[in-house]
């Protein structure tokens, strides 16, 4: 498993420029000072929150990240770790060939049209930026298979910026707690980086998918067990008292990560 860059969550993180340009968002239900509370609860709980895809450097994240839509962290793991022990450069990629990417991914949904991606963006990582991961959202999304959520997820995982990848379980609980309402992952992801407090920022993306993933899930949400039942403005809230506030045992990677 990498290392990824993760900052302090001390550290006062800064917008990327997702907001740059947009209207304001509608008011958030939630006080400047729910809002605070909520993510001060959150960082308790999970000090130093870490993706759950395995990659070893920025190019695996790409990929995992790419080869992630449609499926679970856990499932994408299961194939990347024999996957990127033989090929973890766009050269050695396209070196292993579409066929054989094919077998190494054939676990997982969509994969005929993911190794054609994955072959894709190893070609333009070597044509266009010199077979290194850019740095920019505008750049990432040139690659085949790369939307802007992968590209929020490389910017923040790879390289640091505080970004808002809206994945299904952040996308649920914008929605479902009134948070930051809004009919498409762009348009949560707007009001997201507008509500959320700067200092919490770059490790909110984690937080949100983490609570969303194991507390506050599609089908049921486990009130009793969440740390914010008592800010929670949720109509489907079936609890109110909070659950202790005490930090979780480290995250195992992978584990737990259906979806
Ligand atoms: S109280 Fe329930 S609905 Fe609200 S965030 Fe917690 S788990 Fe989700």
């Given amino acids: 498993m990498a290392n990824p860059k993760i900052k302090s969550s001390a550290q006062t993180a800064k917008k990327s420029n997702a907001t740059a340009g947009r209207k304001p968002a509608a008011k958030s239900l939630y006080s400047k000072a729910d809002l605070e509370e909520i993510f001060r609860r959150f960082s308790i709980q999970r000090p130093e929150p870490k993706g759950e895809l395995e990659h070893v ?5 790409v990929v995992a990240v790419a ?16 996957l990127f022990a033989v090929a973890d450069t766009p050269q050695k990629m396209l070196d292993l060939g579409e066929e054989r990417i094919r077998e190494y991914i054939k676990t997982i949904g969509l994969y ?31 690659l085949p298979g790369v939307g802007r959520k992968t590209a929020n997820v490389v910017l923040s995982m790879a ?36 509500i959320i407090p700067d200092q919490y920022l770059y490790h909110a ?13 599609a089908r049921k949400p486990e009130c009793e067990r969440c740390v914010i039942a008592d800010l929670c403005r ?6 109110d008292i909070p659950a202790p506030l005490v930090e979780l045992p480290a995250q195992i990677i992978g584990a737990e990560a259906a979806g």
């Fill in 57 to 61: 450097n920025p190019f695996t994240l």
């Fill in 67 to 82: 080869l992630s839509a449609q499926a679970t962290d856990a499932g994408v793991n299961k194939a990347t770790r024999a």
């Fill in 112 to 142: 005929r049209n993911k190794a054609k991606n994955v072959v894709a963006l190893s070609e333009k990582l070597i044509t266009d930026f010199g077979g290194e991961v850019p740095r920019t959202r505008e750049e990432l999304i040139t």
């Fill in 159 to 194: 390289f640091g910026q505080a970004t808002m990848a809206v994945d299904t379980h952040i996308f649920r609980i914008a929605n479902r707690l009134l948070l930051a309402p809004g009919k498409t992952p762009d348009e949560v992801e707007q009001r997201l980086m507008q």
């Fill in 205 to 217: 993306h984690h937080w949100l998918i983490l609570h969303g993933r194991y507390v506050c899930k």
């Fill in 234 to 239: 949720s109509p489907e809230k079936t609890w």
